[in-house]
C-alpha cells in the first residue's frame, strides 16, 4: 500500500518519490512508489499531475489494494527521484472541494437539502446535485450569503481519522465502517472525505453560483471558487464592458438597451415579412405570366440556385392559387435536390404522383396529397428532371 502523503500536508509539493515497481498496461506507462503526495482520482475529485525526474505525470490512479499508479509520459527505472507537484491545479482544487463542502452545508442547514453527489473542477465549474425539482433564486442567494460568510470568517478546517461513526456528527453520515476520514469546518460542518483542502476557509476566496439545471430528476448546481472564481469574473466583466460599448451605454443599462433592440428587431422582422410576402406574390405573378400551356392546364416547371426550401414551398403554395395551374419548383445545391410539385383543382392531377414520378429516376422519396406534395433525392445530374412532364400532364 502507498502512503499517501497528501493526507499530512496538504500544502507540501515536493518529495522524493521511491519508486519501488514500474508497469505497462492499457493506459501506458505507470511506476507505484512507496509514498506519495500526488492525488489519485477520487471522490469526485481530479488527480494531481506534475513530475517525478523529467517525467511528467499524466494521471494518478488509486488501485483496491491500495497501491497508486502514477502514469508518465516516459519511463523511468526503480530508484529515488526528486518529485513536484503541479501547485496551481492542487490548489484549485482544494480551493474547489472546500468551496463544496461549506455549499453542501449551507443547503443542507438551511433547507434540509442532502448532496446526493458532486463533481470538482478547476477548469470548468464544479458541480452538486440535490434531490429537489428546482431551486428558486432566493435560496440559490441565500445559500451563497451563508457560504461566503463561512470563507470571509475564515474557519479553521480540521482534517483526523475517527473509527468510529457515531463519535463526530456527520452531516452525512458515511456507508463505511472502520479508520474515517473527517473534514471539519470548525463550528459549521462535519464530513467524512479523503479529499484535500484548505486548512483555512478563507483560503477559498470566494464562491459564487453560476447555474442551476434540471439533470435526470435532480437539480444541479454549477459554482466557481477561489482563483476559477476570478478568471470567470473577469470573463462576465470583460463582456459585459465589451457589450456595453457597442449598445454605447453604461453596463447598468444593458438591460434595457438590450430590450429595446429585441423590440425594435421585432418590428424590423414584421416589416421584414411583410415585404417577403408582398416579393412573392410578385414572384408568382411573373412566373405564372410565363406558364406553359398544355391543353387547358398550365405549366410551370423551374429550378432555382440554393433556394430555401420553405419559401419555395410557399411560392408553389401562391402559384397553385391561379386556374388550371401545375408547378413543378425545385431547389438544387449541386449535389441535394429539394422538389415541390402543386396542382391547382380540377386539373385532374395528383400532385403526389407527379413527384414520385419526377423523383423516380433519382431514387428520391417524399410525400404530401393531390394538391401538394414534397421530397427530395441525392444527385449530381437533373437534366432529364423534367424530360416527360409535358407528356404527364397532356395525357392526364
Known sequence: MTKKLYFDDV????????????????????????????????????????????????????QDD???IHYLDKEISPGSYPAKINWARRFENMQHHTAQHILSAAFWQEFALETISSHISYETPSTIDFDVDKLSPEQISRAEEIANAIVFENHTVKTYFVNDKNAVPFRRPPKVDGEIRVIEIEGFDYSACGGTHTPQTGMVGLLKIVKSERINQKT?????????????????????????????????????????????????????????????????ERIAQFAEPIGEKWLVTKVFENRDVGELRNLALRLRQYPLMVALLGSYDGKKLSFITVCAENTELNASELLK??????????????????????????????????EMVRNS
Open 66 to 68: 491500495g497501491h497508486i
Open 357 to 390: 414520378d419526377h423523383l423516380a429516376p433519382y431514387g428520391g422519396r417524399g410525400g404530401g396529397d393531390a394538391s401538394v406534395a414534397q421530397g427530395g433525392c441525392t444527385t449530381d445530374d437533373i437534366e432529364a428532371l423534367f424530360q416527360h412532364t409535358k
Open 220 to 284: 444541479r448546481i454549477h459554482f466557481v471558487a477561489g482563483w476559477q472564481a476570478l478568471r470567470f469574473l473577469r470573463g462576465i466583466q470583460s463582456a459585459a464592458q465589451e457589450t456595453a460599448g457597442l449598445l454605447a451605454v453604461g453596463i447598468a443599462e444593458m438591460p434595457e438597451s438590450v430590450a429595446r433592440l429585441q423590440e425594435q428587431h421585432k418590428e424590423v422582422e414584421r416589416e421584414l415579412k411583410t415585404l417577403r410576402q408582398m416579393q412573392l406574390d410578385a414572384e408568382a
Open 11 to 62: 500544502m507540501q509539493t515536493k518529495f522524493t518519490a521511491e519508486v519501488t515497481k514500474t508497469l505497462r498496461d492499457e493506459r501506458g506507462f505507470g511506476v507505484i512508489l512507496s509514498e506519495t503526495l500526488f492525488y489519485p482520482t477520487s471522490g469526485g475529485q481530479a488527480h494531481d499531475t506534475g513530475v517525478i525526474a523529467d517525467s511528467q505525470v499524466l494521471d494518478v490512479v488509486i
